[in-house]
């Protein structure tokens, strides 16, 4: 493959195969996975790759298995993630919490269909925005990455692996179906050109390890088993050691953590792309492959005179509020596209001041077929 | 058999902070954990090789208590998560600590496959007939007619034979004993954790706080003295006759057989690929 080659090569590629390049070059050396329609290509060109060179593919019985089993591979060391769609993405959540409760490394790859249930399981639809930040019981905050296209992918995948690694935390990765299944050319960066971020590794003694380190501003080392460390995880309430407590101190304390680490953080994981904002006095705010209908409906909008931008976030949780409201701020309107009912629009709304503001303009579609830039640049057209 | 000292479990406890434990006084779960713990030490092993995963239930807190690499991961997926382990670091010794409940209920499903795959693990199940950190509802081990709270006028959900089960799925060594048994067991987790493949050991073992009560099975002495008087060697069974045997349980080894191993066939095919690349 591609990722192979020591100079950069301009390529054709599904976005499905630029996240199996990306979490390749992103040192990717252990898959778990389950068949599902649209995200199956990223476990079958994992189970070419890995096997050559000496990592670990395997298909386990369901994606409970598969979630489980990257996270245990993590434990041990590997940079491990899974690849799924909708119904495995709802079967995992439980692990995701998991993850995050034990800070423990992983990725997600959630190609999203049409929901819910089996839904239109080869239709793009935007279903697991809420999901993919609260679908987990308890509550904890969440890093999810949104591609645009298939080089962003590729580069969000790396991406997904380094934040995973150094906040020591699942991070998903949300793509659309059409992205999934999309050709686009992509230039795949020469290796050192690609930065790669690996967890810490402890430098204490065995005795003096704490698998969580509160004095190292929340992103404290990680041991792997077997080398030595023999910690203790668990996914109760644990203290800095990694032993279950129900003290409140304790319990407190570690919830905390998790928050802090992620909010103190904001503008390392937060990023989003602003076109044509400048001057802009109608904004869209869209993501993945809705940003590109917007994108377009901005240079159509741009060519008849309109003053028309677009704010896309790249990462989506923690939600960019400040951009958000800078954007709210220098704007008469807000057009949100999503193929849901209102998911960002409900976000976004968190953030206007007044309940009575009619800035924001919803355009939502559930039917399994994409908004198009006409449709959204005639939907500005109805609020001017 | 090696001779192992009193010392060695206490040498092997975690310390710090983990005592007293969270188990009942009567219950097996103690029992059970100092075995697995002599059964290691007579193996004189390196520690930090050595993995110890587990669900969630009264037996899955045996992890935490252990001075070993350990994992006390979700309820049914001690499996799935030991095999993320085993797949990614072969050479490691994992032990799986499961219950009745965890392992063939809600685990059932990687329970087989990880039969099936004949991967390298020892998987222990504290089998007590019931789902004791819940307050005792009936679990896919809880005998006909017997009271749970969830079974109150008798239970008559068929059960499942753990052993049957997993033989039938694949495992390529399969034991039962009990608490009571506790030279036997250390024998059979030595044995089982020297077997390349899939080990499981189906341990009887006696809630006498919640099944006891609830079946009117007296204390823990008493459930200790049924574990012996209930349960019959295979061995000795198949030279008795059949009215001899009626009510019995029967403990043994009931396979142990050699096949390919999960971590060792992909091993394999690693080696072609490179081989066929080299070429």
Redesign the interface.
């Known amino acids: 493959m591609a990722q192979n080659s020591q100079k950069p090569v301009l390529t054709l590629m599904q976005g499905n195969e630029a996240v199996a390049a990306g979490a390749l070059a992103a040192g990717c050396?252990?898959f778990?996975g389950y068949p599902i329609t649209p995200s199956t290509e990223v476990a079958e060109i994992l189970a070419n790759e890995l096997?050559?060179r000496?990592h670990?593919f395997?298909q386990?019985?369901?994606e409970?298995?598969s979630i489980?089993?990257?996270?245990?591979?993590?434990?041990?060391?590997?940079k491990?993630f899974t690849a799924t769609s909708g119904p495995g993405f709802s079967l995992m959540q439980?692990?995701i919490g998991?993850a995050k409760i034990t800070e423990t490394p992983c990725v997600v790859v959630n190609v999203q269909r049409g929901g819910p249930s089996t839904g239109l399981p080869t239709s793009p639809a935007q279903g697991e925005i809420m999901q993919s930040r609260w679908g987990s019981h308890g509550d904890a905050p969440a890093i999810v990455l949104y591609p645009d296209s298939v080089k962003e992918s590729y580069a969000l995948t790396i991406r997904a692996f380094n934040l995973a690694e150094k906040y020591r935390t699942c991070v998903v990765l949300l793509l659309d179906e059409v992205l999934g299944h999309m050709r686009e050319a992509i230039t795949i960066p020469d290796a050192s050109e690609i930065q790669i971020i690996n967890r810490i590794k402890p430098t204490v003694p065995a005795n003096w390890y704490k698998h969580y380190d509160e004095n190292q501003k929340y992103l404290s080392p990680l041991a792997s088993?077997?080398?030595?460390y023999?910690?203790?995880?668990?996914?109760?309430a644990h203290d800095a050691?990694g032993?279950?407590t129900n003290k409140p101190q304790e319990a407190g304390a570690m919830m905390e953590r998790l928050q802090k680490k992620i909010v103190h953080n904001i503008r390392d994981l937060v990023q989003i792309e602003s076109y044509k904002m400048e001057d802009a006095n109608i904004a869209i705010f869209a993501a993945g492959i809705m940003a590109r209908s917007a994108k377009a409906a901005v240079k159509m909008a741009r060519a008849e005179g309109l003053k028309v931008g677009l704010l896309r976030p790249l990462t989506i949780w923690p939600f960019p509020d400040d951009a958000v409201r800078k954007m709210l701020k220098n704007v008469d309107y807000v057009v949100v596209p999503e193929l849901n009912q209102g998911q960002f629009l409900h976000e976004l709304r968190r953030l206007v001041k007044s309940t009575t503001d009619s800035k924001l303009i919803g355009l939502q579609r559930v039917n399994g077929t994409l908004i198009t830039p006409t449709e959204i640049l005639q939907k500005i057209k109805d609020v001017l | 058999m090696g001779k192992v000292s009193q010392r060695v479990v206490h040498d092997f406890l975690?310390h710090?902070?983990?005592f007293p434990h969270v188990w009942c006084s009567g219950c097996s779960n103690g029992t059970i954990l100092g075995t697995i713990i002599r059964a290691i030490a007579e193996q004189n092993l390196d520690?930090?090789?050595i993995?110890m995963?587990s669900g969630i239930g009264c037996s899955s807190r045996m992890?935490?208590y252990i001075?070993?690499?350990?994992?006390?991961?979700?309820h049914g997926?001690a499996i799935?998560?030991?095999?993320?382990?085993k797949?990614?670091?072969p050479d490691?010794k994992v032990i799986v600590v499961t219950g009745d409940g965890d392992s063939t209920a809600i685990g059932g499903?990687?329970l087989i496959?990880a039969a099936r795959r004949n991967i390298d693990m020892t998987v222990i199940v504290v089998n007590n007939n019931i789902y004791g950190m819940t307050g005792g509802q009936y679990s896919p081990t809880t005998p006909d007619d017997a009271k749970a709270t969830t079974s109150p006028y008798g239970n008559f959900d068929r059960q499942f034979d753990i052993c049957d089960l997993v033989i039938g799925a694949g495992a390529t060594y399969v034991a039962r004993s009990s608490a009571f048994h506790t030279m036997e067991l250390q024998k059979m987790i030595v044995d089982a954790m020297n077997h390349k493949g899939f080990s499981i050991i189906d341990v009887i073992s006696a809630c006498p706080v919640i099944y006891g009560r609830m079946n009117k099975k007296g204390g823990p002495p008493e459930m200790m003295q049924a574990m012996r008087d209930n349960t019959v060697l295979n061995t000795a069974a198949a030279k008795l006759p059949p009215e001899k045997l009626e009510g019995k349980t029967i403990r043994g080894v009931f396979k142990n057989v050699q096949c390919p191993e999960y971590c060792e066939q992909?091993a394999k095919?690693?080696e072609k690929?490179?081989e066929t690349?080299d070429e």
Do not use: C, W
């Open positions: 050396n252990y778990a096997p050559k000496g670990t395997i386990m019985e369901d409970i298995a489980a089993a990257i996270i245990g591979a993590s434990l041990a060391g590997a491990s439980e692990g998991f088993y077997g080398e030595g023999r910690f203790h995880v668990t996914g109760l050691q032993f279950p | 975690r710090d902070k983990k520690r930090n090789n993995t995963v992890p935490v001075d070993l690499n350990t994992l006390h991961s979700l997926r799935a998560f030991a095999t993320g382990i797949t990614f670091k490691m499903n990687h496959h992909y095919v690693v690929i490179k690349s």
